[in-house]
């Protein structure tokens, strides 16, 4: 039994509220499902890559392109159906790891759909109910973020995530932690501060944060080893931690003390637990980050959250935090302790809507054998 067919659908959801970051404001998400099928059954992916490349270089054009014209053909060349197997076989290729990382999916998908076990079996995930956490973009007010939190946290989710940039940072924490003292409170600044804010970043330590993610670009875990060393607040990385090697080198240097895992962003399942498994053996916890993933890569984030070593509330939220009418069913949803419960049915345990999913393509391709040699 080998794979007979690969589908991609570009797809585009206008989210519940915009998202602003220190890159900018979005109000919709284009992104990339991708299907494997085999013997009439039907693994699925999802690629993270957004239209710009803010985040990181891929968008999801380039994503389209090395999926159809490398990863894709890959697959049918080598015959290959193991997860495992293709992400072998894709290390001859350099980068695009949410590329790699969406086909790499629906392959783990469709492996436990054959065995018929969820897939936190299938990655011995010890968790049943994943803490949630939520990450609430940069407001016009903050009178609106605070409104905003509150709301969050009425409907009972056990931390609260802020972005931050330069001019909405240490006078926004003071302002949240006045109203809010006791929670669950940790900031992202997606790489906006440079080596010369030290003391401005410092300056965050007194609003006992529980982490600050990322404050400088993604290519220094020099200057974040330097920044570790003179702050109380643990470091989180995000955007510089792309494998395992570098999950090490950070850690061995000092750089960070806590690691945010995105699959997208590391490449794929194998590569996560490779830096699930180091930063257990040194005692660093993880969470699982998120990407506003539709349900389908939500639903494969819950599972991997599953780990023993993801120890800290994850950015993994309901999806009526992002978006009107998601593309799966059930929904995803809190359950009354602030946890989202682990789909039990086989694969990623949750139906996505097929019919909901072809309407709403802008752009679709399928690549059988024939196609892909
Ligand atoms: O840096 O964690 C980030 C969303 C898009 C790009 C980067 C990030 C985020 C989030 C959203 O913070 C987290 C979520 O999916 O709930
Ligand atoms: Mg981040």
Known sequence: MTIDRVELFLLKLPYVHPFETSFGRESDRTFIIVTVNSSGLRGYGEVVAAQRPLFSYETTMTAWHVLED???PLLFQEHLEEPEDFAAAARRYRGHPMARAGLELALWDLKAKKKGFPLYCLYGGTQR???AGVSIGIQDSPETLLDRI????????QRIKIKIKPG???DICRRVRLRFPDILFQVDANGAYSPQD?????SLDEFSLLLLEQPFPPYDLWDHAGLQKRIKTPLCLDESIISAETARQALEMGSCRIINIKVGRVGGIVEARRIHDCCR???IPVWCGGMLESGIGRAHNIHLASLPNFSLPNDLSASRRYYVEDIVEPEIMLTGRGTIRIPEGAGIGITPRDRRIAELALRYAVFTAKSGS
């Open 70 to 72: 490398f990863f894709i």
């Open 129 to 131: 109910e994943i803490p």
């Open 150 to 157: 509150a709301s969050y946290l009425e409907e009972g989710y």
């Open 168 to 170: 909405w940072d240490h």
């Open 198 to 202: 030290g003391d401005h970043l410092k």
């Open 281 to 283: 053996e040194r005692s």
